[in-house]
């Protein structure tokens, strides 16, 4: 029997409440940093890239008629439609009859129309891409791991003669592996939806990684896999590299050496220790569990270490985009959030994601301390980051853990700029 999940009204459970900050406690003022990334040459016509690259990778994997599923997910893509309408054109220049599903697990709350208005709101329309988008959350089972694991693709990815996911390649939140996210795990656990999702991610990091190498392998013997479609991000948010994969690609060398390229352009906070980071906003689109904790160094999965820099003691969230659409797996990455932010959050979208995520969505769903201000959740932050109110504080403040190219930080960090980081003036 199903539990309701019940709304709080966070504004009246904080109403009256009185915080007891130091009389002499002061937000230190910040100065903003320009950060040294690496920035490879970005592409210039991104669809057009595509294209080319699926006619000449795939030339020779399409017959006439074949119809394919191109899966769309609900990470904030650089250029998303772009990509997506180079694989649609790409496919169809090949004679293939595409068409999209939303590959995105339990995301949009499970619910088909939920996974399709994500896909709208994140501009892939079916006007935009020029194909028909058909949604569902029913899944068949169509192959088997040597282990037994049954593999699912959703009803409408199932019909087709093969699925072609498209994705961007970073480092995964929930596992290290030689690959992590990208087209293997869009194949494996996006196709698959909520069944597909909750089996790969029910394990640990170390039976997660294993499982989706071993689901590629399976769907790639099943025959049902076309090859998939590979972007790769700068740290300032521009694609610099489009690369289309075959099959026998996807899962194998040449996703893992794209996997080796994306991890150099996802760099952690520069500092080895911060007493308060302040992250303005996060969402579904910046990372599949809000805040990207290969930024944070939190990773907060039992079996997954974190990492030993940056050592970060308090953390402020201050707004989820509109894209989430309230679902906030991850908000426990947080230790305060305002009033504001806890009454977006969907309770039913939320939990279900987390319950997908299985051990991963334990430490992460769990609720931060709830302030009436922005102002209160920064100064509570500095009040108990462990340093005494009259000691200098290691402050961060910054937009996103996506694309991370600038910073603020207090007085007390500017000593420990890494080497080639700018003061903007």
Not at 103 to 132: I, P, V
Not at 227 to 242: H, W
Not at 285 to 311: C, K, M, Q, Y
């Amino acid at each position: 029997m199903a539990a309701t999940v019940v709304a709080v009204n966070w504004e009246q459970l904080v109403q009256g409440v009185e915080l007891p900050f130091h009389p002499d406690l002061k937000v230190p003022a910040l100065v903003e940093v320009r950060l040294p990334v690496p920035q490879p040459q970005p592409i210039t016509d991104v669809e057009a890239t595509a294209h080319a690259d699926v006619v000449e990778r795939l030339a020779g994997h399409v017959t006439p008629g074949m119809t394919v599923a191109v899966g769309g997910g609900s990470r904030g893509l650089t250029d998303r439609v772009a990509l997506m309408r180079g694989a649609i054109s790409g496919l169809r220049a090949l004679g293939a009859e595409p068409f999209v599903v939303p590959a995105m697990g339990s995301h949009g709350g499970a619910k088909a129309q939920g996974q399709r208005a994500m896909l709208e709101s994140l501009g892939m329309t079916e006007e935009a891409l020029g194909a028909e988008i058909r949604a569902t959350m029913e899944t068949v089972e169509v192959a088997r791991t040597a282990a037994g694991m049954p593999l699912y693709l959703d009803l409408h990815a199932a019909g087709a003669d093969r699925i072609f996911p498209v994705n961007r390649i970073k480092p995964h939140t929930c596992f290290k592996g030689p690959i992590e996210s990208g087209v293997t795990k869009m194949a494996v656990v996006g196709f698959g939806k909520q069944p597909g999702a909750a089996q790969i991610h029910a394990c640990g990091p170390q039976e997660m990684r294993n499982r989706i190498l071993d689901g590629i392998a399976a769907l790639r013997a099943s025959g049902r896999l076309l090859g998939g479609l590979c972007s790769i991000e700068s740290a300032s948010g521009e694609v610099v590299r489009v690369r289309a994969l075959t099959a026998d690609e996807v899962g194998g060398p040449a996703e893992i050496e794209l996997t080796d390229f994306s991890r150099a352009l996802v760099p952690a906070l520069p500092f080895p220790q911060v007493d308060v980071l302040i992250i303005d906003k996060g969402g579904k689109d910046i990372s599949g569990t809000t805040l990207d904790p290969n930024v944070t160094g939190r990773f907060w999965v039992h079996g997954l270490a974190d990492l030993a820099e940056p050592d970060v003691s308090t953390i402020v969230l201050l707004d989820i985009t509109a894209v989430s659409a309230g679902n906030a797996l991850g908000i426990g990455f947080a230790d305060f959030i305002p009033v504001s932010l806890a009454q977006q959050i969907d309770w039913q979208k939320t939990y279900v994601n987390c319950f997908t995520a299985g051990i991963a969505g334990v430490r992460r769903s769990r609720m931060p301390m709830v302030l009436p201000t922005d102002d209160d959740c920064v100064k509570a932050a500095l009040s108990m980051c462990g340093r005494a109110f009259d000691q200098p504080k290691r402050v961060v403040r910054i937009e996103s853990t996506l694309h991370m190219t600038r910073c603020w930080v207090s007085d007390a960090l500017l000593h420990e700029l890494p080497a080639g980081a700018e003061i903007v003036s």
